[in-house]
């Protein structure tokens, strides 16, 4: 074989021909593997980049809604979208930097879970379509230009009705009729808590109520927190919709009733976890009609006829006695 292939040489070489190079089967199909790769190669999945200023352990059940809600409209995870997911975990401060790290990835809709998310998302981006799943005054904050005619590149579902801190309020006299000092847990870092606190303060200077604001920026501000309400003998205690609240829910719960201080809630999720009673939006509700507002997007919907949409009311809830 070696003989043969020394003549095969010799005679190419001798017609003046430069020799073949040799060639192993190895080498060979190393040439073809581009082209059967770019073949099979699957279509690219449109990506979903999802901001939320809590834990990931903490979201299941509202993400879980967000992918139901996109299954029941046709669209499967993993097989026509993926997703990507970045968490605060409380720190609110974290929200602008994990913005712009979805951004740089050039997904087709960011999704956020709070208002300060959508600040953060809409700080970061005019073009790529956002999608709150719990906006607060997003007039105010500068997300849309008016409820007609919202402009710019945020919609979704509000996360608040006018008269629901009163109703919170109306919860607390029912459990102590004679309450007249409530304790009311804020989050000064966060955007939305502002008009929060003062529809409270509204609220609570109509019924004659006093209000004793705690504020609290970090998981770490949480631990003082019940032990200095009791102190200021306060009747009961209200906690705002907040992303660390929401991510630090079951100690909150905990440490209410360590202190024997009847709460009350804005979402049920922190009724699951132990918390005394709730009332405000249904947040997994919430999360299952943002699917609406992102596939009709994916299917080339305009922004300006997708308007922000009131929030589903979850009612109360009370926990175990």
Do not use: C
């Not at 401060?93 to 809709?109: F, S």
């Not at 300060?116 to 709150?132: E, F, L, N, R």
């Not at 949409?309 to 109360?316: F, M, R, Y």
Request: aromatic residues 6%; proline residues 7%.
């Amino acid at each position: 074989m070696k003989a043969r292939d020394q003549d095969n040489k010799e005679e190419n070489q001798s017609n003046g021909e430069a020799p073949l190079p040799a060639v192993s089967a190895n080498t060979a199909s190393s040439w073809h593997w581009p082209f059967a790769a770019f073949a099979q190669a699957p279509a690219k999945r449109t990506l979903i980049a999802y901001l939320a200023g809590s834990l990931p352990t903490r979201s299941v059940n509202v993400i879980g809604a967000f992918i139901e809600g996109m299954r029941a409209l046709g669209y499967t995870e993993g097989r026509d979208f993926e997703m990507e997911y970045r968490w605060a975990e409380g720190y609110l401060e974290r929200l602008p930097a994990l913005a712009q790290e979805l951004i740089r990835l050039e997904p087709a809709v960011i999704v956020v879970a709070n208002p300060q998310a959508a600040v953060a998302a809409s700080d970061a981006t005019k073009t790529i379509p956002i999608v709150g799943m719990t906006l607060d005054d997003p007039v105010g904050l500068g997300l849309i230009k008016s409820d007609a005619r919202p402009g710019g590149n945020v919609t979704g579902l509000l996360s608040s009705l006018p008269g629901l801190p009163a109703k919170q309020l109306e919860l607390a006299r029912d459990l102590i009729p004679s309450a007249a000092k409530i304790g009311l847990l804020v989050n000064p870092t966060n955007v939305s808590d502002l008009s929060q606190r003062q529809e409270m303060e509204t609220a609570a200077a109509a019924m004659a109520v006093k209000l004793v604001p705690v504020e609290t920026r970090t998981p770490q501000d949480l631990d003082p927190v019940f032990p200095a309400l009791a102190r200021e003998r306060v009747d009961a205690v209200i906690a705002l919709r907040d992303p660390l609240f929401f991510a630090q829910r079951r100690t909150i719960a905990a440490a209410a009733l360590a202190a024997r201080l009847p709460t009350i809630f804005a979402l049920r999720e922190f009724v699951d976890d132990g918390g005394l009673i709730s009332y405000g939006t249904n947040l997994s509700q919430n999360f299952g009609r943002a699917a609406d507002y992102v596939v009709k997007i994916l299917k080339g919907a305009k922004l300006r006829d997708l308007r922000p949409v009131d929030p589903g009311l979850g009612g109360s809830a009370a926990g175990e006695p």
